[in-house]
């Protein structure tokens, strides 16, 4: 703070407790210029006082400043011309009594900030870059535990469990392969045991969609490096994702020619769940695909149709020892449904409406769902509803009325005479695209119509036994149909 007496400016002298003492007054009124300070009686911006004109500049809680000036009165003037330090808030008063209007020359200034800024601006700052130092030890701090404990673990031999309840450990470098044939070896030979299943569906890496039905999804994924497929089932068809796992692990049902089962698993969080069933991959597709986009000698159609009845031979077969395994039927036979391996043999999937006789009390043990196969390989007994759900000797027979369709299409596009027809579904000139039940039943059974077969059929010995062969697996009374094994016989006499 500073006093402006005769034209000269004068600092104030302070003493240490800041006091300071105002010089004396002058003997007539003075006139001050005002400003946010005027009284009453002012005009034009001017007052009248015995005492001082003064000039304020004060720092609002925003950091803006306002000036303010006017008159002091004699009595408290040395109080108020004093300059008091506030914690809050900065002021600086100037004032002067040499001459009227002397205010208008006054321009005190702010001192600069001291501790104020540290405890207003600098405090936040340092708070935060020491929180951020601070958190950024601990992250640190954390990673190196973390890779040190990974490390443990890693150089740590495994026997058993890992880390999690549900996972156990596979040492590296193992096969699916390698765990299947040592799982049929000591156990069951029902499939892998549940905990290995589990851990391979949690490492499975997902790559591309393959397929896509009314079930769910087929993916193509890799475990280790090794290709499998995966069905994702709808949440709705869990009956079907049960049913096929546990046909899949019904005791001696692994064959060659019946789709490789590895794992199944629930994924799932509080919103959604999947449902996953994991086989071997095959590159070639189905049987459906392969037909449309391959011509067959007389040796591969052969070889398409034996492998084929040779896995269907395998479920419907009851077998007896102390792990028996009991006679199942398919009951959704058709190309779709029937996997093409890379050496060109077939191995039949999609056992999710399949049904076992259980032969100690002759009952049918029928899957708790709506499913019930697709319409165009339907049999008559099922399109005009005349089969006996209790006895299983009929699923069995509906199986080869399928079959005998699927034979239609391998043979089709068998060349002989250097003469091919392209690909085609059964009934594919009889119904629509998508045939309803009664389109199904009026061809199949009031009409009786099959297939019909191509005149070369005649000229060639394979393919007019093949005509024979499927016109006995969809005879339409189903005991005149001949059994799986009997094709499966045939077909070899054939090949030989």
């Known amino acids: 703070m500073y006093l402006r007496s005769s034209g000269k400016l004068n600092l104030e002298n302070r003493k240490e407790d800041g006091d300071s003492t105002a ?18 009686d002012s005009i034009n911006s001017t007052c009248r006082t015995d005492g001082y004109c003064f000039t304020m500049v004060e720092e609002d809680e925003s950091g803006g400043r306002i000036v303010t000036s006017g008159c002091l009165r004699l009595e408290g003037a040395v109080f108020q011309c004093r300059n008091i330090p506030r914690i809050h808030h900065r002021r600086t008063v100037a004032c002067c009594r040499d001459k009227n209007f002397c205010n208008e020359n006054l321009h005190p200034t702010l001192p600069p900030l001291k501790n104020r800024d540290f405890v207003k601006g600098n405090f936040h700052r340092k708070a935060l870059l020491i929180s951020a130092s601070v958190c950024s030890i601990l992250l640190v701090l954390i990673i190196i535990f973390c890779y040190f404990r990974y490390k443990r673990q890693e150089t740590r031999p495994h026997y058993s469990l890992g880390l999690e309840q549900d996972e156990i450990y596979i040492p590296p470098g193992k096969s699916l392969k390698d765990l299947i044939e040592h799982s049929q070896s000591s156990e069951s030979g029902s499939g892998l045991p549940v905990l290995v299943q589990r851990t391979i569906a949690k490492q499975i890496q997902m790559v591309k969609q393959i397929g896509k039905g009314r079930y769910g999804e087929v993916w193509m994924g890799k475990w280790r490096g090794e290709k499998v497929a995966v069905k994702v089932f709808f949440t709705t068809e869990e009956a079907s994702w049960f049913r096929e796992t546990e046909i899949y692990e019904t005791v001696l049902v692994r064959h060659e020619n ?17 449902l996953y069933l994991i086989t071997d991959y095959h590159e070639n597709g189905s049987l459906y695909d392969y037909l449309k986009s391959t011509t067959l000698d007389t040796k ?18 009851e ?3 102390t792990r028996s395994k009991p006679a199942i039927a398919h009951r959704d036979l058709k190309s779709k449904n029937i996997l093409v391996k890379k050496n060109g043999t077939c191995c039949i999937a999609d056992l999710g409406l ?15 769902n709506t499913r019930i196969g697709t319409k165009r390989y339907m049999p008559p007994e099922v399109l005009d509803e005349s089969l006996n759900w209790n006895h299983f000797q009929s699923y069995i027979m509906a199986d080869m009325y399928s079959f005998g369709l699927i034979l239609w299409e391998i043979a089709r596009r068998c060349v002989s005479g250097g003469i091919v027809e392209e690909y085609q579904l059964p009934y594919y000139d009889l119904v629509p695209t998508d045939p309803s039940y009664e389109d199904m039943q009026e061809i199949v059974c009031i009409n009786r119509l099959r297939p019909s077969f191509p005149n070369r059929w005649s000229s060639d010995k394979c393919l007019r036994q093949m005509g024979r062969l499927m016109t ?21 006499k054939m090949s030989e």
């Open 300 to 317: 591969s159609m052969l070889k398409l149709a034996y492998s084929s009845i040779s896995g269907l031979c395998h479920l419907h077969t």
């Open 23 to 40: 010089p004396a007054p002058p003997q007539k009124p003075l006139q001050c210029h005002c400003n946010y300070q005027c009284p009453e």
């Open 319 to 321: 077998i007896f020892s």
């Open 354 to 368: 399949a049904v076992k006789c259980i032969s100690d009390t002759n009952e049918v043990n029928i899957p708790p």
């Open 472 to 492: 006995e697996c969809w005879a339409h009374n189903p005991s005149s149909r001949l059994t799986a094994l009997r094709v499966k016989k045939t077909l070899a």
């Open 258 to 274: 019946i789709l490789g089962f590895i794992a199944a698993d629930i994924k799932g969080t509080g919103s959604w769940t999947q």
